[in-house]
């Protein structure tokens, strides 16, 4: 498989557990995501690891600050192989330009988040006043002016997604379900769907990680996705 479209989530602090994980993944069926949780316990040097094994990085860190200091942050990076890295799309529109102008310089593909996938209509009402896909679409149109290279939703926008943002953006989309489970996750999705729907990375953790075989779990995911 040349081109991978998921991206497992490594959602541990402890380093056994990280590389018991990524020893049953495999750097030709999926991406590994390097989130808050990692990184802040194990940082750089987990993630330059794993790159060492052949995997490509989703640097999930969700940045959120002024300008110059998301640039900086971004540009920090530049001793890494950092394939995609995310930041808030709700830092505007000058911050988006400074971290695609970081992304540039390290080789990393900017992807905005929109509204995280543990949020649900009335959450959005209370944080904003306005309406899920109100508020979503115009995160896009904001993402869509910044000239970004991608972002996060959950699957249920990707239409929004496309019809805002075009089809040639990338599109990565948490909130994977293809068992109803309850946990913190609300907007969820089918794996199959949220291809269909025109996700173009689908971000999975819990579902893969805590799965008793996680290379079975990993390789019937895939199968799903390329209708094996
Ligand atoms: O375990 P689970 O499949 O819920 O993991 C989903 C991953 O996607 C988590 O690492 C989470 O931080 C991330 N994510 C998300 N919603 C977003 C952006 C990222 O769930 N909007």
Redesign the pocket.
């Known amino acids: 498989m040349t081109n991978p479209r998921l991206i497992v989530?490594i959602?541990t602090f402890d380093l056994k557990q990280a590389n018991e994980i990524l020893d049953q993944l495999n750097p030709d069926t999926c991406l590994v995501?390097i989130?808050s949780?990692i990184f802040n316990a194990l940082g750089k040097k987990f993630l330059k690891h794993a790159s060492s094994l052949g995997f490509r990085i989703f640097l999930?860190l969700?940045l959120h600050d002024i300008p110059n200091t998301v640039y900086q942050t971004i540009i920090g990076f530049n001793d890494c192989k950092v394939d995609m890295l995310?930041v808030h799309l709700s830092g505007g529109e000058k911050m988006l330009n400074k971290a695609m102008l970081a992304g540039k310089s390290i080789n990393a593909k900017v992807i905005g988040?929109?509204?995280?996938?543990?949020l649900e209509e009335e959450d959005s009402l209370a944080l904003f006043d306005n309406k899920l896909e109100d508020q979503i679409s115009y995160l896009f149109k904001i993402a869509a002016k910044a000239n970004i290279d991608g972002i996060?939703?959950?699957p249920h926008e990707l239409e929004i997604a496309n019809r805002i943002l075009g089809t040639h953006s990338i599109k990565v989309t948490?909130?994977?379900?293809d068992i109803k489970v309850e946990?913190?996750?609300e907007r969820t999705m089918s794996a199959k769907e949220a291809i269909d729907r025109g996700s173009t990375f689908l971000?999975?953790?819990?579902?893969i990680?805590q799965a008793e075989d996680i290379a079975k779990a990993l390789e019937n995911f895939n199968d799903i996705i390329y209708e094996k």
């Not at 971000?203 to 579902?207: A, C, E, L």
């Open positions: 989530a959602d995501k989130g949780v999930d969700k995310t988040v929109s509204i995280l996938t543990s996060v939703c959950s948490p909130g994977i379900r946990d913190d996750q971000v999975i953790g819990r579902p990680t």
